[in-house]
């Protein structure tokens, strides 16, 4: 597939997508953060079928995407001020918000609750596809449920292709991290997932602090799912200091395993059973890389991943909680 399909994506590609869309098939397509599994969010059987497609459960809700703001007020009962500035300040964007539902949104799309996800992405495909639907689309990230997101249209060929009508090919994501998702349902606004809009970036624009959701401020917090974003090679989140030691601990029954390092220093050499890839030291290129990385990485027989854990600060939060989410162990 040529990486620059980009420029090459023909009208009568989008036209194909659109008459797929009506007649309740699914289309993958690429955004900034992901590629999703796009299917029509007012159709029931659409959506149902992408339940299926995911092999996710029924109570996990689903994002829906618009083309246009002006499409907001079919999905959102209300929405507050905070949202309005969050709106001007990130969309179109990689910023999903949470908002009181209209009663006949879907109980499929929101899992019974009453709220409803809404994102506008800002990929050039995702738009030209949303606009020329028209109506909102769901779009869950193209993969089966509790692996690793696609950033790459082969990707998500892997991961659904026997049961997809059509892929659109963006090439690669440019982010590469799903969407941050902030709830504006509640009387203050939660981060239910952080992504590469970051919370300092929310707060700036509100000017007052943001929480991030725990266990006990929501019930339903994406990603919470036991091994959600895993690779299937058993993952180890070890902090710079213990890599070293860690590597030196192996025994021939480990073999072979991949450290993911950002400082080349940590490991002592690189062995015929221990290899080790270095990953871009800057948040953004590190986010870029990650999931092609551990999804190239899966498909090559180690017995384990060991990720060296990432710094402490705003903008690698989002890349910590996927790294979280990724491994068995935390040491
Ligand atoms: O970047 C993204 O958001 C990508 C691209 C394709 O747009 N989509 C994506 O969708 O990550 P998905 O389905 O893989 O993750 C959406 C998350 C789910 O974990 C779900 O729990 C949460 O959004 N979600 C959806 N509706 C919600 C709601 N009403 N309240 C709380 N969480 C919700
Ligand atoms: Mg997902």
Known sequence: MPTDSLNIMKNSDIAKAVQVLREGGLVAFPTETVYGLGADASNELAVRKVFQAKARPADHPLIVHIGSVNE??????VVPPAAKQLMDAFWPGPL???FKKRSYVLASVTGGQDTVAVRMPSHPIASELLQAYGKGLVAPSANQFT????????????????VIDLILDGGACELGLESTILDVSR???????????????????????????TNETTTR???????????TTKTILLPTEKVAAYARSLTPTDLPVVFVVRHETVLPHETGNIHWVTMPP????????LYRMLRTLDQQHYQQIIIEDVPL??????????????????C
Not at 72 to 77: G, R, T
Not at 187 to 212: H, Q, S, Y
């Open 187 to 213: 009387e203050k606004p939660v981060i239910l997932r952080p992504g590469m809009i970051t919370r300092t970036m929310l707060e700036n624009v509100l000017g007052e602090p943001i929480l991030v959701a």
């Open 282 to 289: 800057a948040a953004k290129d590190y986010a870029h890389e």
């Open 313 to 330: 600060a705003p903008e690698w939060e989002a890349i910590r909680d996927r790294l979280t989410k990724a491994s068995y162990t935390q």
């Open 147 to 162: 692996h690793l997101s696609p950033t790459s249209a082969a990707a998500v060929r892997e991961e659904l292709g026997s």
């Open 96 to 98: 999903t918000l949470v």
């Open 72 to 77: 907001l007020p079919d999905w959102a009962e």
């Open 221 to 231: 917090a994406p990603g919470r799912h036991h091994l959600h974003y895993a690779p």
